[in-house]
Structure formats: structure tokens, C-alpha cells
Nanobody, 119 residues
Framework: QVQLVESGGGLAQAGGSLRLSCVAS????????MGWYRQAPGKQRDLVAV???????NYVDSVKGRFTISRDNAKNAVYLQMNSLKPEDTAVYYC?????????????WGQGTQVAVAS
């Protein structure tokens, strides 16, 4: 079983920065894409940023130029550097990994980490 462990959430002031980390554990893990989603109260979980196994990166428009996703494949880790934070970035952030098992793929999720941005 693959477990995703997140860290780095917390409270920031508007204009400030936070860095989220996520590490996938488990023996013989093969990972395709890794990314971050967020869910604000009363809203659905939406994609924030993703980096595929081939290195393609996508961001939701609202974070372009402010957030940066990166991966360390040797550590099965993904990071999200969040700069110029805004109150509307407040949400629970979830790490996601697409795990490859033979010809099959499945989604693994972290437990979520709270990010709160004060105005």
C-alpha cells in the first residue's frame, strides 16, 4: 500500500509564502503524475498543480505565477511553493499521486493539510 504524507500547511498572512511537501512511501512504488488539489469549505476538490511523469506541468489559472510545483523522483516527493498568498487560497490541500501497478493505475491521496491565509 502506498501512503502519502503531507506537511507544511499552516497560517500565513496575505502576500506571504508557504511550502507544502508530500512523500509517498511503500516498497517498489512506481508513480506517474504527482500533484496538489485543494478543497475550500462547501466547495468541491479542485486541481491546483500537477507534474506528470514526463515532466509536463499544469496549473489552475488562479495560481499561475504564484505557485511552483516540483518533484524529487528519487524521494517520491512532490512540493508546492506558494508565494503571494491570497485569502482565497485558504483550503485543505491534498497531495495526489497516480500509482502504476503493471498495466493498471490508481489514485492515492494524502490526508490533507490546512492552509489558511489571513487578510
Amino acid at each position: 500500500q502506498v501512503q502519502l504524507v503531507e506537511s507544511g500547511g499552516g497560517l500565513a498572512q496575505a502576500g506571504g509564502s508557504l511550502r507544502l511537501s508530500c512523500v509517498a512511501s511503500g516498497s517498489g512504488v512506481s508513480i506517474d503524475s504527482m500533484g496538489w488539489y485543494r478543497q475550500a469549505p462547501g466547495k468541491q476538490r479542485d486541481l491546483v498543480a500537477v507534474k506528470t511523469g514526463g515532466g509536463i506541468i499544469n496549473y489552475v489559472d488562479s495560481v499561475k505565477g504564484r505557485f511552483t510545483i516540483s518533484r524529487d523522483n528519487a524521494k517520491n516527493a512532490v512540493y508546492l511553493q506558494m508565494n503571494s498568498l491570497k485569502p482565497e487560497d485558504t483550503a485543505v490541500y491534498y497531495c495526489n499521486a497516480v500509482i502504476v501497478v503493471g498495466r493498471a493505475k490508481y489514485n492515492a491521496w494524502g490526508q490533507g493539510t490546512q492552509v489558511a491565509v489571513a487578510s
